[in-house]
């Protein structure tokens, strides 16, 4: 062999073992970049596992704000439910005992006022059980109306309570 075969097969064992080095810091950095990227990958399933956990722990509880408000709204529907159905048994029962002459509405006179053009006496005559102001009965047809008109207006007044409790209710 040459002394120039000898030099290019110097030079070219050379080449390898440089590219063989190469190669294997490539290889070197390829690994420590590969654990970096699995540490970090490792974090960010850590970090979202973290935020499901907190959601599903806010999602649970809403959820149950959510069911004890329900609730409240369930018996507070049930008190006013209640409430309207004891009113107009009561004015059922007045209307009744109107009907069957039990009962008779009566209004309060003015004695003092001259313009009713009525001669009602202001005071009780010596022979009347009667004492205190001086009273008309209504005749039962305008009794029975009025009745209707005041049970009119209990059950608006028992649905407006139940709106303001549902209103308060909510937000709460």
């Known amino acids: 062999m040459s002394a120039v075969q000898k030099l290019i097969g110097v030079l070219v064992l050379a080449g390898l073992l440089i590219a063989g080095a190469a190669g294997g810091a490539w290889k070197v950095q390829d690994w420590r970049y590969g654990k970096q990227l699995a540490e970090q990958a490792a974090q960010h399933g850590e970090t979202l596992n973290r935020l499901n956990l907190a959601a599903a722990a806010r999602q649970q509880a809403e959820q149950e704000k959510r069911l004890v ?3 409240q709204l369930q ?3 049930q008190t006013h439910h209640r409430a309207l159905t004891d009113a107009q048994r009561d004015q059922s029962r007045i209307r009744d005992r109107l009907a069957t002459a039990d009962l008779r509405l009566s209004v309060l006179l003015d004695a003092q006022d001259s313009a009713a ?6 005071a009780p005559g010596a022979g009347g059980v009667v004492h205190g102001a001086t009273r008309a009965r209504l005749d039962p047809a305008h009794a029975q109306r009025i009745i209707g008109i005041t049970d009119d ?9 139940a709106c303001q409790a549902y209103v308060r209710a909510l937000t709460r």
């Open 117 to 122: 053009g009525c001669s009602v006496p202001a």
């Open 75 to 77: 018996t507070s529907d």
């Open 153 to 161: 207006g209990d059950q608006g007044l028992i649905a407006l309570q």
């Open 69 to 71: 408000l329900e609730q």
